[in-house]
């Protein structure tokens, strides 16, 4: 059975005024989410015979320790110009991914998030804008946070219809504090285990890097927003490719986690 982390709200509730914030914040998006007559829908489970073993709200993984050869294909920063590009090499080779996106980049790209949705991949939360919490100083960040994730999920939500269950944080970002936010907002924080596409590496050595990177379990993080994503483009036909030939499966983070599950790796590498 896996062992969830998970980190009490303790620290917050210390400070009643910013938990005061909170409780607010989290009230507005659900009165834009909420229109339906049956309540706020939330994403339907990933798979029936892991409901059980789902990780909670709060809790963070950077991969999966499993026997099944399965990796998950990953991408933040999108919607944008290249998420097209990406759908079409992912179809054509019968993978399915999840897509991190940031709410500041959705207006005008929602029938982009519908395809996505359409395709069968998976929709989760990168934050509205893309914050870096590692120079926040501010006595407010959970509050900053909270909303960041909430504008993101009304977005997504007034888009295909469904809410997030997974939270990647900008940079990676991940803290106690940052955890007890995704507990509330109802969020398990997911990380990666390799990731090269942003390190200015030739593109041979970025394809190279990202296929040694296969292994059971691993979740790879590419971009399909915020630059020139070329290289992204042609590594992610490689990595496929090498991952087909060696008889592993490309999945959504849900999926992986559907896995039969050892462990799970809380350390980001």
Known sequence: MPSW??????????????????KISFLFPLLVVCSAPAGCRAAPAPCEVARNAFPPPGSFFAEVRTSRKAVAISFDDGPGDYTPAVLDILARRGARATFFVMGSRIKGREDILRKIHAAGHEIANHTYGHINFYAYKNDDRAVALTSEINKTDALIFAAVGERTRFLRMPHGYCARWSRDVARL?????????????????????????????????????????????TKTIAALEAVLDAASKAGYEAVTVGD???????????EKK
């Open 256 to 266: 992986l986690i559907c896995s039969p599950v050892d462990d799970i790796v809380v």
């Open 5 to 22: 982390r998970i980190f009490s709200t303790r620290n917050l509730s210390r400070r009643p005024e910013l938990m005061s914030k909170m």
């Open 185 to 229: 907002t109802g969020h398990v924080m997911t990380n990666w285990t390799r990731g090269y596409d942003w390190m200015g590496l030739s593109q041979e050595e970025t394809t190279r890097k990202y296929v040694e990177a296969l292994k059971p379990g691993a979740i790879l993080l590419f971009h399909d927003g915020g630059g020139n994503r």
